[in-house]
Each structure stands twice: as structure tokens, then as C-alpha cells.
């Protein structure tokens, strides 16, 4: 029986399970290295194929609409990454006005953010965003087309709670409004432009109460206008006087323009080609009669013309001196007495 294998020293084994561990480590190093490896492949091959349908998104757009141009997402402001992006032309002008983008959640796809051009310029103006229940989180609009931001107004559980404007549009927020339940209730502004609020206007349903001037730039009030409110009542009263008065003269005007006008003999177009066509008949009528008339007169007086020359040759006829016409005696004449011209026209009674 072969005698057992002599102990290893210490140093030996101590060795031994060194290597050991140091090429455990070894594995495990690599296989932790694998691992960042194939996740960063995963990822860039996700990313591709997003790419990937995004791009045959736009083509099927352009597809059903060959002559419509699309525009760039713009990316600083609503990422595109992970979303179906949609384009519309609103105008019809062959170029898109409004982008629309979309992502796929739990629920289905649901609406992200929206890009829009308003003024049909080519460059868009107005980006809204949506939380994860689709309602209106925040807006910002360019309202100078200059391609600077100039309004932001931010949502809590889709009501107003804050806008941001840049009144003199160099390009930083110079006024702040605040609003308690979409109402108004404080403007901040910053009238000597150093980036923070110097006056405070506050609000009292609807209507200025009080404002507030930082005097030292410390961000607090020192300085209180009480009566502003007044004023700013007062001056409410004013133009509200202006403006009644205004709507009165609008109705004066108005009253004027459709005041009735006395009652003539006015006719519609039917009463006006009935009328006429009588006024018509009637004239042919007159005419008619008139003709008739006059025929009638003009054979009156020929007729009496030629009665008075019948009269004057009856008359003619019989012998006006004194001499015999047989020259018997005792056959003399007495005189004819004259007879009466007739009267002209007598006979046309």
C-alpha cells in the first residue's frame, strides 16, 4: 500500500488559495465588466430602433401627405426620445404648424407636449406640456415671434398657479403673477431689471388692495401705499363712466338710424311692376280716349262745317234785291227776312 503524499507546507497552500482568490476576482471582474457591457448594448440597440420608428413614423406622414413639409421637434424643450411624434398642417400651406407627441404608458398612448407655430412662419412659438394624467403642466410661448421666450405659465392639478413674463423682451423674467386657484392674488416686478422683485401689488377679489415697495433690495417690503386702493377704485369708476357713456352714444346712434321715418306712399317691387302696369293701362286708356276724343271732335266740326256751307248755299239761293223776276206786275218780292247765323260747335253738344 502506497504511503499517503506528504503535507503541503503553509506557505504552499497560503499560495495556492491566493491564486485562487485572485483568479475568482479576476472572473468576477470580467464578468461585471460583461455585464455594463451588454446593458449599454441593450440600450443603444432600444435607442436605435426608436430611431428607427420615429423615422417610419415621418415617412408615413409624409407618405399620406407627399407635399406637406415637417418641421424639427425641438428637443431642449420636449424630448423626443421614447415618444410617437405626429405632424399637422393646419393652414394648408404644405408645412407643418403643429407637432404633437405622444408616448406609449400604462393606459395606452397618452398626450406629452405639444410644439406649435402660431404665426405660420416656419419656426415655432408655443410648447405645452402635459403631466401623466394629460393635463396642461406648463406653457411657454414666444408672443414677439423674436424667438425668445416671453410668457411661461406653470399648473398645479391643471389650475394656474404662476406666470413668468418678459415685458421688456431682453430675454429675462421681469414679472411675476401668482394665482390661487387660477385667481389672481399678487404681481411681483422687478423694475430696475437686476433679476428680482422690488414691488408687490397685491389682489382682493379681483381688485387692487395694497402695494409694497423693497427700497434697500432686501426682498422685503418697506414701504406700504395703502391708498393706492382708492385710486386705483377711483380710476375704475372713471373709465366704467367712459365706457357707459360711450354705449350710450352707440345706442343714441343707433336709435337715430332706425327711427321710423314718416309714411309715404312706398311700393315693393311687386306693387312697383303691378303699379306700373297699371299707371300703363291707364295711360293707354287717356291715350285712347284722348284720340277718340279729338276724332270725335274733328268730325263734329266737319260736320258742322258742312252744314253751314249747306245752309249758306240754301241761302245763297234765294234772290236778295227787289227787281221782279218775271216782270209781271203785282209780282213784286217783299223782302227776306234775315236769318240767324247758326252758332259754331252747336251741333257738337
Known amino acids: 500500500m502506497p504511503s499517503p503524499l506528504p503535507p503541503f507546507p503553509r506557505q504552499v497552500l497560503g499560495g495556492v488559495a491566493l491564486a485562487v482568490l485572485c483568479l475568482s476576482a479576476v472572473a468576477c471582474k470580467a464578468k461585471n465588466t460583461k455585464g455594463p457591457d451588454k446593458a449599454a448594448q441593450q440600450a443603444d440597440e432600444e435607442a436605435a430602433k426608436q430611431a428607427k420608428a420615429e423615422e417610419e413614423a415621418l415617412l408615413a406622414q409624409v407618405a399620406k401627405n407627399p407635399s406637406m413639409k415637417p418641421m424639427l421637434v425641438d428637443d431642449a424643450r420636449c424630448n423626443k426620445a421614447g415618444k410617437k411624434v405626429h405632424q399637422v398642417d393646419v393652414n394648408s400651406d404644405g408645412r407643418a404648424d403643429l407637432i404633437t407627441l405622444t408616448a406609449r404608458g400604462k393606459l395606452g398612448e397618452s398626450l406629452v407636449c405639444k410644439q406649435a407655430d402660431l404665426n405660420f412662419d416656419g419656426r415655432l412659438d408655443a410648447f405645452l406640456h402635459y403631466d401623466d394624467q394629460e393635463r396642461l403642466d406648463r406653457e411657454q410661448f414666444d408672443l414677439d415671434f423674436d424667438g425668445k421666450i416671453d410668457l411661461g405659465r406653470y399648473y398645479k ?12 423682451h431682453d430675454g429675462y423674467v421681469d414679472a411675476w403673477r401668482r394665482y390661487d386657484k387660477a385667481r389672481l392674488t399678487r404681481i411681483d416686478d422687478d423694475r430696475d431689471h437686476d433679476g428680482r422683485p422690488d414691488m408687490f401689488t397685491f389682489y382682493a377679489a379681483g381688485q387692487i388692495d395694497r402695494v409694497g415697495y423693497d427700497v434697500d433690495g432686501d426682498g422685503k417690503v418697506d414701504r406700504w401705499d395703502q391708498e ?75 260736320k258742322d262745317a258742312k252744314k253751314g256751307k249747306k245752309d249758306a248755299k240754301s241761302t245763297d239761293a234765294k234772290p236778295k234785291d227787289d227787281t221782279p223776276s218775271s216782270g209781271k206786275k203785282g209780282a213784286a218780292t217783299t223782302p227776306q227776312k234775315p236769318q240767324k247765323p247758326q252758332k259754331s260747335g252747336s251741333s257738337g253738344k
Open 157 to 168: 392639478e391643471g389650475l394656474l398657479f404662476l406666470d413668468e413674463q418678459d415685458l421688456d
Open 228 to 302: 393706492v386702493a382708492q385710486r386705483a377704485k377711483e380710476a375704475l369708476e372713471v373709465r366704467q363712466r367712459e365706457i357707459e357713456k360711450l354705449r350710450a352714444d352707440d345706442d343714441e346712434y343707433v336709435e337715430e338710424s332706425t327711427t321710423p321715418e314718416p309714411p309715404t306712399e312706398t311700393k315693393t317691387e311687386g306693387e312697383a311692376a303691378e303699379g306700373t302696369s297699371d299707371d300703363k293701362a291707364k295711360d293707354k286708356d287717356a291715350d285712347k280716349g284722348g284720340k277718340k276724343g279729338k276724332k270725335g271732335k274733328k268730325d263734329a266740326k266737319s
